[in-house]
């Protein structure tokens, strides 16, 4: 037959092979050598063929376990006998069958072992890929970590300035308020030294005053006093001829005026002193009280021929204390005779406007020097009195009780004076109703 001869066989291997290379587009060198080198190794007879029954029947059994076990590669070469042995036994068919069950099988293997190697590429780089992410994970933690860290270091810094700055203002605050009350204390300090100086000027001033007045009481008041008692003694010896004793009487007359003038104003002053000032304010005629004063010093006034000339005109109502504003006219008037000389003018007026009414007492007497000037309504005592033009003296506190009462009566007054020339005394005080 034709198959038994070797070359035969050989051309039939071939072809089946090269049928199993067109139906998998790839031929199986190693399946074909060793399919070759059975082939080779089994051209025998055909009488002589039945142990490719008994391989079959073998590797039938070996492909069940194989299948059983799971087992790709007890399954190839399984298959790979079955393909050969029936390719042995001219069974082409089955041959054909089973080489391609047997290259389907080696493909799988092949890729499967594909897909593992590209599996395990995958998995290498999900592995770093993962490994990354850990990294960048780790880095995003750290920076989150330092950001938490920054955070808190910033807010305790942040706290820390915000307490700083609380105590420098509770600081400034506390100094400013301990500032205030020391320059409370220091205000009041200085208050009270001012006070303290003011009172010691006051008692100084008083004392001076006080000095002036036993002045006054020792010699100013015991002078005429004595003076009188003298004259009444040469009176009662009957040596004094009545013209004598006429001139004597009017001198008399004089020296009590003053003396009276200036005890009153001795005993206002001490009262003004002791109790203050109680000013008791009601509408009063000024003319009329000026009228009174005029008459009790019209005397005095023609003992040195003085002409008194008081231009009221009608009624000049004033709201003032009616005792205050006769000590006020009662020195202004007796000044104005002690200061002019013989056969002067003493001219009393008035003037107003919307809200005073102001009384205006002028002579033409000696005037007022300019040292003293700076020294009226602020000085008394012997300091600012002076002897008049009849030799005349006083106790240097009229002027000072003028201003005082003038103030009380809610008052001012202003003096006009040149040396030699006389001087006007102006006395402001409000008009009634």
């Known amino acids: 037959m034709l198959f038994n001869k070797p070359l035969t066989r050989c051309l039939c291997i071939l072809l089946l092979n090269l049928a199993c290379f067109a139906g998998s587009a790839k031929p199986v060198e190693e399946s074909f050598i060793k399919s070759y080198s059975l082939n080779a190794a089994i051209e025998k007879p055909v009488d002589q063929q039945s142990p490719y029954d008994k391989a079959i029947i073998d590797a039938k059994k070996s492909l069940s376990q194989a299948q059983k076990n799971n087992s790709q590669t007890d399954k190839i070469q399984a298959l790979a006998t079955l393909a050969k042995s029936y390719a042995a036994k001219n069974d082409f068919k089955q041959a054909y069958y089973y080489q391609v069950q047997f290259k389907n099988a080696s493909d799988s293997i092949s890729n499967n072992a594909k897909n593992s190697e590209v599996n395990s590429l995958r998995l290498k780089q999900q592995q770093e890929d993962n490994a990354r992410l850990v990294n960048e994970i780790k880095i995003k933690e750290q920076s989150i970590a330092f950001s938490r860290k920054l955070f808190w270091i910033r807010n305790i810094l942040a706290t820390i300035v915000v307490i700083f700055i609380v105590i420098i203002v509770r600081s400034n605050r506390q100094k400013t308020g301990l500032n205030k009350v020391l320059q409370k204390q220091n205000a009041d300090i200085a208050a009270q030294k001012a006070e303290i100086t003011k009172q010691k000027e006051t008692l100084h001033q008083l004392n ?134 013989h056969g002067g003018t003493i001219e009393i007026s008035y003037t107003d406007d919307a809200d005073y009414q102001a009384i205006h007492v002028k002579d033409n007497g000696i005037g007022i020097l300019p040292q003293k000037m700076e020294k009226l309504f602020k000085v008394t005592g012997k300091d600012i009195s002076g002897y008049g033009t009849n030799n005349e003296t006083g106790a240097g506190i009229g002027l000072g009780l003028i201003k005082q009462f003038v103030d009380a009566n809610n008052g001012r007054i202003e003096v006009k004076s040149q040396p030699g020339e006389g001087a006007e005394f102006i006395v402001y005080l409000e008009k009634a109703g």
């Open 208 to 341: 001076h005053t006080k000095d002036q007045l036993f002045s006054v009481i020792s010699h100013d008041l015991r002078s005429p006093f004595a003076a009188i008692l003298q004259a009444m003694d040469d009176m009662k010896t009957g040596s004094l001829t009545a013209d004598e004793q006429k001139e004597i009487m009017n001198a008399f007359y004089q020296q009590l005026s003053l003396v009276t003038m200036m005890v009153n104003n001795l005993l206002v002053w001490a009262g003004s002193q002791q109790s203050g000032n109680k000013t008791q304010l009601a509408t009063i005629d000024a003319a009329d009280v000026i009228d009174e004063i005029i008459a009790i010093s019209n005397f005095l006034a023609k003992s040195k021929r003085i002409s008194l000339n008081h231009a009221h005109g009608t009624g000049k109502p004033v709201l003032a204390d009616s005792n205050h504003l006769k000590i006020i006219f009662n020195n202004l008037i007796g000044n104005a005779i002690k200061f002019t000389p």
